[in-house]
């Protein structure tokens, strides 16, 4: 029987007629990496501040380490670290002031060393967090997180605006984390991070889970092996032509963007280079590429993450 | 409570190493008090004080010792009083107090008719265990003349301290002749530095109100620096704590600064150590620290506490007479200097140190600051929400 440190059942915030959260259930296993995956505005961080104690909930129940509660309070804060979303540190403080600042607030805490070096930060211990770059600041942040050495880490987008390799240098940090049995909810918009990173992911829109499962099945549950990307002007006649040949065309007209959905990689394309010919289409480029979340995301929502 | 203390001190720091803070609140009142100690320097110097006093005289043993007392005070090189003794009170009383309020002199002391006589009563009434008016001596002195107000307080001082039984058994009271005078550039008998250094001293405080915790707090709450330490387990209660000790950490680090440098450099006769000054400074600390907290609860922005710290710096820094004295302002602005705490603070701790004679009941200069504290609280109470920050 699968344990779950964490269950959310129809959780529900309401501001005036915006339903920020609006019947949010869900369950997280100990010692994985949960994701909630969704465009800016889709509820994410309302629902992870809930959960925080930041943000009290209209409606639902929360379940806390086999506790129900209907408000995380100081006692349940002892037992979480968080990442906000947009979180800045005293200037003027040494990383290992800050590290020490909220280490003062816990009765029970991690050696600072310990933490520096976690987080790859030794060399930085005495440098003013005025001075760190991005990702020595976002390393930092997740070494405030667990500084109370918590059982479940919340990191709102912890990766949102550094460049690849401090996003990858964090995800390491995430791993090992899960390495040492420390549960993780996340919360991303970046497809490839939710699935490097995930156990379970939830999709989420408009304030609710609209599909959940792990990367992998989401990804399977589109049916096909292989998506193509075209550049190039498409109209009504050939997109009919293209769902007639059961190939799920999905169009952005903003960015000219047209994607196929395939088993059959060679006959699609022999397909498509017809089509071309008869109907004098200029194609500019062309991907084929395997299926990933966002593409199980516009197949859901008909938009792209990356849109919003 | 180490921990407590611990946060305390990272909040302290972090002012400290904020240039900006560093010099607004640490520096800045510095050299504020030392150009107006440069502005002002024929007064800053403190000189031997000569005041010009008419004593309205009776004949009797007891009057004659009060006399003698004065006459004593007005000898030699390094005299008090310039003393001027009249007997004849019906006669003389109204004539010195017009010399009074056309600064002829600085104070008329009347020993009234029947005082001997009223003194023996007395004194018979309490040996037979009867409790009894004592009989009054009567002190004229300009109201905001500071002159007449240090002559006043001088007096008293004599009085207090005349090792006479009788004086020291019967007390006295004291009637005030009121008048419109302006307050500074007409003698040079006072010390500037006396009269400034408690004023910036609640200049600190007020900066520090302002900006080291309204501004400061503001800060806090929009970069969500205190979104991020509301979500530990941190009690409300204790980061509360934290931050204002923090405060008071900064507030007793620049008031140490600035009595030394009074002290030390200017030669202040006040004593910073004195029960006046600590109870006002305290008062100021509490009235002035809430309205920080007032201005953090209305400012969503840093943007916007700043504009409203500078709307209300400004009039209330210079309308509070912490630099001069503001009872002579036109009534169009009057009641900017009626409803200022600062005011009461100002006028309250310089009647407390003997500086200068508050034209406010002592009650008043403590009941003013202590409402606004409270206004201020209640509002923070309701507005200030530190989870949805």
């Given amino acids: ?308 | 409570m180490m921990r407590t203390i611990k946060l305390a001190s990272y909040f302290f720091k972090s002012s400290a190493r904020d240039r900006s803070d560093f010099f607004w609140l640490l520096v800045f009142p510095i050299i504020l008090l030392v150009i107006l100690m440069l502005i002002f320097p024929s007064l800053y110097e403190p000189k031997e004080v000569t005041f010009n006093l008419t004593l309205l005289s009776q004949d009797g043993m007891f009057s004659e010792i009060i006399e003698k007392v004065f006459r004593k005070l007005s000898e030699g090189e390094h005299r008090v009083f310039r003393l001027s003794v009249l007997k004849n009170i019906d006669k003389n009383l109204d004539h010195e107090i017009e010399r009074l309020k056309k600064k002829g002199i600085d104070l008329i002391v009347e020993i009234p008719e029947g005082f001997d006589a009223q003194m023996l009563n007395w004194i018979m009434l309490n040996n037979l265990g009867i409790t009894a008016s004592p009989p009054s001596i009567n002190i004229y002195s300009l109201k905001h003349n500071i002159s007449s107000e240090s002559a006043y307080l001088t007096v008293k001082n004599v009085l207090q301290k005349l090792e006479l039984e009788f004086i020291k058994r019967v007390g006295y009271d004291i009637k005030e002749v009121e008048s419109e005078t302006e307050l500074i550039g007409t003698r040079s008998t006072f010390s500037y530095i006396d009269f400034i250094y408690p004023g910036i001293v609640i200049f600190v405080v007020f900066m520090t109100g302002l900006f080291g915790i309204g501004l400061h707090l503001t800060w806090l709450k929009e970069s969500g620096i205190l979104k991020r330490i509301m979500v530990t387990s941190l009690p409300k209660s204790r980061f509360i704590v934290s931050y204002v000790i923090s405060r008071i950490y900064l507030i007793a680090l620049q008031i140490t600064l600035i009595s030394l440098l009074a002290k030390f450099v200017f030669k202040t006769t006040v004593n910073p150590l004195s029960p006046p000054f600590i109870g006002y400074t305290l008062l100021t600390v509490l009235c002035l620290s809430s309205l920080g907290f007032f201005l953090a609860s209305i400012s969503k922005t840093t943007s916007s506490a700043n504009a409203i710290s500078q709307i209300l710096n400004f009039p209330l820094q210079f309308l509070g007479g912490l630099y001069f004295p503001v009872s002579g302002v036109p009534w169009a602005i009057r009641w900017l200097v009626l409803i200022n705490p600062i005011t009461y603070l100002a006028s309250g701790i310089r009647d407390a140190l003997g500086i200068i004679k508050s034209p406010y009941p002592l009650y008043i200069t403590i009941t003013v600051p202590l409402v606004w504290t409270i206004f201020c609280l209640l509002f923070t109470i309701k507005r200030f929400k530190l989870e949805e920050a």
């Fill in chain 1, 1 to 308: 029987m699968a344990n779950f440190i964490l269950e959310v059942e129809n959780l529900k915030k309401y501001y005036g007629p915006v339903k920020a959260v609006d019947g949010v259930s869900f369950k997280v296993k100990q010692g994985s990496i949960f994701t909630l995956l969704g465009p800016n505005g889709a509820g994410k961080t309302t629902t992870i501040e809930i959960i925080e104690g930041l943000r009290i909930p209209d409606d639902g129940k929360i379940i806390f380490m086999g506790e129900e509660i209907s408000k995380v309070g100081n006692k349940q804060k002892e037992y979480i670290g968080v990442s906000l979303q947009e979180t800045n540190l005293i200037p003027y403080l040494t990383v290992r002031e800050t590290l020490d600042m909220f280490k003062s607030i816990f009765p029970r805490s991690l050696d600072i060393g310990d933490v520096l070096r976690m987080i790859s930060l030794e060399d930085k211990a005495n440098a003013y967090i005025k001075d760190l770059s991005g990702g020595q600041r976002q390393r930092l942040i997740i070494g405030l997180a667990m500084i109370n050495d918590p059982l479940i880490l919340f990191l709102d987008e912890p990766t949102t605006g550094l460049d690849p390799q401090a996003r990858r240098n964090t995800w390491d940090i995430l791993l090992e984390l899960k390495r040492k049995g420390k549960t993780i909810i996340l919360t991303t918009h970046y497809m490839e991070e939710a699935e490097i990173l995930s156990d379970w992911v939830c999709i989420m829109d408009h304030g609710k889970i609209i599909k959940e499962g792990d990367p992998q099945s989401l990804i399977r549950s589109l049916e096909k092996e292989s998506l193509i990307e075209i550049e190039v002007e498409a109209n009504s006649v050939i997109l009919e032509k293209l769902s007639s040949a059961d190939l799920d065309p999905v169009y952005d007209s903003k960015h000219k963007r047209l994607i196929l959905k395939t088993n059959d990689i060679l006959s699609t394309t022999e397909l498509l280079l017809r089509l071309s010919k008869e109907n004098s289409l200029q194609i500019k480029d062309v991907v084929i590429r395997q299926p990933n979340l966002e593409d199980v995301f516009l197949s859901l929502t008909g938009r792209s993450l990356r849109e919003e």
